[in-house]
């Protein structure tokens, strides 16, 4: 068998399934999902939990954290820059 024939006996083997999945599907009908209200709940409630979580923490200027400029040099000692660092 050719290749052509592999690949003519191929399109008509899934023309032939697509026809008869679309001879038997039924007809859509609009009805609401259901779950609609229960990933607002829960976009609302992440928004909520992440806000405390948000304001419940430090600023970088207390405790821990210390934010300064630090000059950047490359491997050969010249200098690059200033960048910005938090410890």
């Known amino acids: 068998m050719s290749i052509k024939t592999k690949i ?3 399109a008509l083997a899934a023309l032939t399934i697509t026809a008869s999945v679309a001879s038997t599907t ?3 009908e609009a009805k609401p999902l ?4 229960g ?3 829960g976009i609302a409630t992440a928004a909520i939990v992440g806000t405390a979580i948000a304001a419940s923490n430090d600023p970088y ?3 821990y954290h210390r ?3 630090v000059a950047q ?3 050969f000692g010249h200098y690059l820059g200033r960048v910005r660092t938090c410890y």
């Open 61 to 63: 200027y207390y405790g």
């Open 8 to 10: 003519a006996a191929a």
């Open 26 to 28: 039924s007809s859509a």
């Open 73 to 75: 040099y490359d491997a």
């Open 39 to 41: 990933v607002g709940a």
């Open 67 to 69: 934010c300064g400029w």
């Open 34 to 37: 259901g779950w609609g209200w």
